[in-house]
């Protein structure tokens, strides 16, 4: 089956500086990568995500890039905020009938003041 | 538009008894799923539903958990007899078709004692 890892497992940034968390995924047939944003004891919140037909998405501060070719995919957050603040996830799967999310073990992002 | 819907939002018990979570999904939305996350891990997919059927249950730990969706709208998962490695948080998720974004409850902490 399918195996994500995420890397790092915390990361710590100064307010206004840019966050990249990153992820490889195992299974090539994955084609739909989400982004998570989860704060302590909340649902986790689809903040973005990307399809295998496209290299790079972006909305606002947030951006994913995809390489299927490394089987890499990555969260760029820019101008980070306190609110930023939260564990992300990453996930990827394969869309068409069974489709659960095989997720990362988390990042937890802190954005030091 | 109304969120997944979850209760109990908590639920303690002793290990050897059973347990019932219930889940209303976005209204409309024919895909349902149950994922298991225990502290300090990403989401890990427990059973799918399209409609009233079951897509993928590969990781449902059959002797003892036990899901339905008898109408094709609301789900309940059950757990019994539960172990004291039960607990987490379980989410509900649900997306418009299998394929499009999952969106998730708030989940039910259960504790075991």
């Known amino acids: 089956g399918e195996n994500v890892e995420q890397h790092p497992s915390t990361l710590s940034v100064q307010e206004g500086d840019s966050a990249v968390i990153k992820c490889t995924y195992s299974?090539?047939?994955?084609?739909?990568f989400p982004w998570y944003k989860q704060e302590l004891g909340k649902r986790p919140q689809l903040i973005i995500d990307?399809?295998?037909?496209?290299g790079e998405k972006k909305d606002q501060r947030i951006a994913v890039t995809l390489n299927k070719t490394a089987k890499h995919f990555s969260l760029h957050i820019t101008e980070t905020q306190p609110e930023d603040s939260a564990v992300y996830f990453c996930?990827?799967?394969?869309?068409?009938?069974?489709?659960?999310?095989?997720f990362g073990k988390g990042t937890h992002l802190i954005i030091q003041p | 538009e109304a969120g997944v819907a979850q209760s109990p939002r908590y639920k303690i018990i002793e290990k050897r008894q059973s347990v019932a979570f219930w889940c209303n999904p976005i209204?409309?939305?024919?895909?349902l799923y149950w994922y298991q996350q225990i502290l300090g891990q990403g989401p890990k997919l427990l059973i799918q539903?399209?409609?009233?059927?079951?897509?993928?249950d590969s990781q449902l730990p059959k002797d003892r958990f036990s899901a339905e969706r008898l109408k094709g709208v609301d789900s309940t998962l059950k757990i019994q007899p539960a172990k004291l490695e039960d607990s987490a948080v379980y989410l509900c998720?649900?997306?418009?078709?299998?394929?499009?974004?999952?969106?998730f409850g708030d989940g039910t902490r259960l504790s075991i004692l």
């Open positions: 299974d090539s047939a994955s084609n739909y």
């Open positions: 539903f399209q409609n009233n059927g079951v897509v993928d």
């Open positions: 996930a990827a799967s394969i869309t068409g009938g069974a489709d659960g999310l095989t």
């Open positions: 990307i399809r295998s037909n496209v």
């Open positions: 998720a649900s997306s418009l078709v299998s394929g499009q974004p999952q969106h």
């Open positions: 209204s409309g939305h024919a895909t």
